[in-house]
């Protein structure tokens, strides 16, 4: 740099030094035109195809809400003790992890931090799991086994926490089914029902007091599910309860099958 003064006026002058030969071919990225038959242009072709599957899932997602109503909850009852809440359906699946021996008790740690731990760090790392420029799921093993071990653990768990919590709940305590009605009340069955302190958390009329209700039991379980409940309890009925016969629990449980909904 040169500084040079004329009268009251300075002129810089910058030299510079590259170590960039001038005559370096420039990295351009190859033209599409130069893979015939491997790619396409964004537009319209790619974008196109784009849209066309958004809107394919755009019409089933709508079909599904138009056809299938939104389930509903139950309405806030703090006196209600035989409520079982359960997470959002997003969470279910580790909700039914923590319901395993081996990832609850004294080995919730398990359930809480090292499996989801091993599947966020698979998920982190799977652009290094599997670097293969395949796009074929069948020449890329590792990253198509993480994702199909991991999509069927989460539907398997979630469906077994939708179901068991559906079998958990016959009815909602204190309401009553629509075309319900108590079968032969002046039966052996409902004697049975009454004297074994039953009626207690179930209701006199099966709606439901401390416990859930009956009525239209027989729609949703079979006689070898009620004798199993009976024998072995579920949610806040311990097991045991039933003092009565072997002969006594077969009327009443063929009693309750009679507990449907018409």
Not at 22 to 32: H, I
Not at 35 to 48: Q, R
Not at 110 to 119: E, K, L, N, R, S
Request: aromatic share 10%; with cysteine.
């Amino acid at each position: 740099m040169a500084n040079n003064q004329e009268g009251n006026h300075k002129q810089v002058h910058y030299v510079g030094d590259s170590h960039v030969r001038a005559d370096r071919s420039k990295l351009y990225p190859k033209d599409y035109d130069e893979f015939p038959g491997k790619t396409e242009p964004f537009l319209p072709n790619f974008l196109l195809k784009e849209w066309m599957v958004a809107v394919v899932f755009l019409v089933g997602f709508m079909t599904l809400v138009m056809a299938e109503e939104p389930p509903l909850g139950e309405f806030a009852d703090p006196t209600n003790t035989s409520f079982l809440p359960v997470p959002d359906w997003y969470f279910l699946f580790l909700y039914q992890l923590l319901k395993h021996k081996w990832a609850a008790g004294d080995f919730v740690v398990v359930g809480t931090m090292i499996v989801p731990g091993i599947a966020f760090m698979a998920l982190l790392f799977a652009p290094w799991l599997d670097r293969s420029k395949e796009r074929r799921p069948l020449k890329r093993p590792v990253a198509t086994g993480i994702m199909i071990i991991t999509l069927v653990a989460i539907s398997a768990l979630t469906w077994a926490a939708e179901y068991e919590h559906e079998q958990q709940l016959l009815s909602a305590p204190g309401e009553t089914p629509e075309n319900t009605e108590i079968a032969a009340k002046d039966s052996k069955g409902y004697d049975i029902y009454a004297k074994n302190a039953c009626i207690k958390c179930h209701g006199e009329n099966l709606e439901g007091t401390n416990g859930p209700g009956l009525l239209g039991v027989g729609n949703k379980l079979s006689a070898d599910e009620i004798s199993k409940i009976i024998a072995e309890g579920r949610g806040t009925m311990p097991a045991g309860m039933f003092q009565g016969s072997p002969a006594e629990e077969k009327i009443l449980v063929e009693w309750l099958t009679k507990q449907t909904q018409k």
